[in-house]
């Protein structure tokens, strides 16, 4: 099974596979759980980032420019804190269709807003748009997980300026699992080959995220 990291940017990225408000409050409707304690939380973001470090060393699936490759011991990443994983409300967009979705070159990705997530964080309610990526404009097929692309308080500073993306799982109902500290850089943050997506206006976060990768060191 490819690992989700991989298979999302696959389909992301232009330089691999495409070359890289409603006025309502659902304040009241948004479960501030997550349904995961502390060390499950820990344990699976673990996982999630060695098995990142895993992709970036190997010159197969890495991003990183041969010089930066060879001397990579690992991505920089934020503790893993369970407060950063949320429970969502989930607000689906009726008969959405596909549009061309910005990237950093004259390229344009398709997707398809697949709904809003709106979820409590640090006491502050919050909303976020998700998209689905299609596979090519002429067929319309969707690709399977949802694109969480988003903008916080640490662009630029502990993090890449461009913002950066979360893959999650398609909901069966209302109500999805958000978890920033899965929270990974597009490729362009690491070669300037790639071409990515730029990450919407109307998702930009105002307070720090602090989970997830970090914004990538030259060695």
Do not use: W
């Amino acid at each position: 099974m490819k690992k989700p990291v991989v298979t999302i940017l696959m389909i992301l990225l232009l330089g691999i596979g495409f070359g890289c408000k409603d006025g309502k409050r659902y304040h009241d409707e948004v479960t501030v759980g997550s349904g995961a304690d502390a060390n499950t939380v820990k344990e699976e973001v673990l996982s999630f980032q060695r098995a990142m470090n895993e992709t970036f060393r190997d010159p197969k699936t890495s991003p990183l420019p041969d010089r930066f490759r060879k001397d990579f011991e690992g991505l920089n990443f934020f503790p893993p804190d369970s407060t950063y994983r949320v429970a969502a409300k989930v607000v689906r967009t009726p008969n959405a269709k596909p549009f061309q979705m910005p990237t950093t070159t004259d390229r344009h990705q398709m997707v398809v807003r697949f709904g809003v997530a709106y979820f409590l964080l640090r006491g502050q309610t919050h909303q976020l748009e998700l998209y689905r990526s299609t596979d090519s404009p002429s067929d319309g097929e969707l690709h399977p997980q949802l694109f969480l692309p988003f903008l916080d308080e640490t662009n630029g500073k502990t993090t890449y300026a461009g913002g950066r993306y979360l893959d999650l799982e398609m909901p069966e109902g209302d109500s999805l699992i958000i978890d920033f500290n899965k929270a990974y850089n597009p490729y362009c943050a690491y070669n300037k080959k790639y071409s990515c997506p730029i990450v919407p206006g109307v998702n930009s976060l105002n307070m720090e995220i602090r989970a997830g990768v970090k914004a990538f060191e030259t060695p």
